[in-house]
Each structure stands twice: as structure tokens, then as C-alpha cells.
């Protein structure tokens, strides 16, 4: 939160799918992740389902199952492996 706090970067807590958007959305331009984001609801289900607390990256496959996790965040959120693993997926799928 301190080099937060330096960059002058302050996010409120979201309060709506649009306030989480509009973050998201401010997030990827400004750390120029040229994937797709993805949001999650309001009700953060995902986060219950997959317990991504603290935050992690995952890689969930078309039949529902955890192919890639990453380190805990936000020291260990390895962008790169992350897309790594996404593209191996995808040559794989590819593949059958």
C-alpha cells in the first residue's frame, strides 16, 4: 500500500460492476496488459470458489479445473508466466 500511496494511486473501494470496470480498465491501459481482463461480479464468487485470497492469477481450463496458479500477490503475480502457461494451454488445445 506505501508505493500506492507514493504514486498517488488511491482506489476507493468499489461500490458497483461499473466502479470495478472503470478500475480494471484504468489498471490494464496504465500497466499496458495486452490480454483480456477480466472482472468479477460484485459478489465475488469466483473469489469464493477458487479462494484467490490473497490475490493470485489463475488459468482455469475450459472443463473448469485450475491449470495454472500463480504465487501468492501482490510480490509474487508473475504477469509473464501467467501468459506463458495461457499459451501453452491454448497450443494444447489446439493440439486435440
Given at each position: 500500500?506505501?508505493?500506492?500511496?507514493?504514486?498517488?494511486i488511491l482506489i476507493r473501494?468499489?461500490?458497483s460492476n461499473e466502479e470495478r470496470e472503470g478500475v480494471a480498465q484504468t489498471c490494464s491501459l496504465?500497466?499496458?496488459?495486452s490480454m483480456p481482463v477480466l472482472v468479477e461480479d460484485?459478489?465475488?464468487?469466483t473469489d469464493a470458489a477458487y479462494g484467490a485470497s490473497?490475490?493470485?492469477?489463475?488459468?482455469?481450463g475450459l472443463d473448469g479445473t485450475v491449470v495454472y496458479k500463480g504465487g501468492?500477490?501482490?510480490?509474487?503475480?508473475?504477469?509473464?508466466?501467467w501468459e506463458h502457461?495461457?499459451?501453452?494451454?491454448?497450443?494444447g488445445q489446439?493440439?486435440?
Open positions: 500500500m506505501g508505493v500506492n500511496v507514493t504514486d498517488d473501494q468499489h461500490q496504465g500497466l499496458g496488459i460484485m459478489d465475488d464468487a490473497p490475490d493470485r492469477l489463475y488459468l482455469v501468492p500477490g501482490p510480490w509474487f503475480l508473475d504477469a509473464g508466466e502457461a495461457i499459451e501453452t494451454y491454448l497450443e489446439a493440439a486435440t
